[in-house]
Nanobody, 115 residues
């Protein structure tokens, strides 16, 4: 059974940094793309960044130059380095993998950016 567990969220001042981690189990991690989604309070969940199995990355325009997605295939983890955080980055961040024809989500980790 695939499991994803996010960690690393917290309270940070605007301009600060956080590094989110997504630990996975139950899947052959290296074979699959991993994505991070952001859900702001009262809003829909939106894609923030994605990394393919080969390491190619893509980002939504609002985080380009500030966020960096990476993966560690040995430890079956993905990371989201978030720099120069803004208030609009506040919300819950979810890790996502589509494996074995199914969508797999973690429970999310909460990020609050204060002025």
């Amino acid at each position: 059974q695939a499991r994803l567990l996010e960690s690393g969220g917290g309270l940070v001042q605007a301009g600060g940094s956080l590094r989110l981690s997504c630990a996975t189990s139950g899947i052959n991690f290296r074979l699959y793309a991993v994505a991070w989604y952001h859900q702001a309070p009262g809003e829909e969940r939106e894609l923030v960044a994605r990394i393919t199995s080969g390491g190619d990355t893509e980002y939504v325009d609002s985080v380009k130059g500030r966020f960096s997605i990476s993966r560690d295939n040995i430890r079956s983890r993905s990371f989201l380095q978030m720099n120069n955080l803004k208030r609009e980055d506040t919300g819950v961040y979810f890790c996502f993998v589509n494996a074995y024809g199914r969508d797999h989500w973690g429970r999310g980790t909460s990020v609050t950016v204060s002025e």
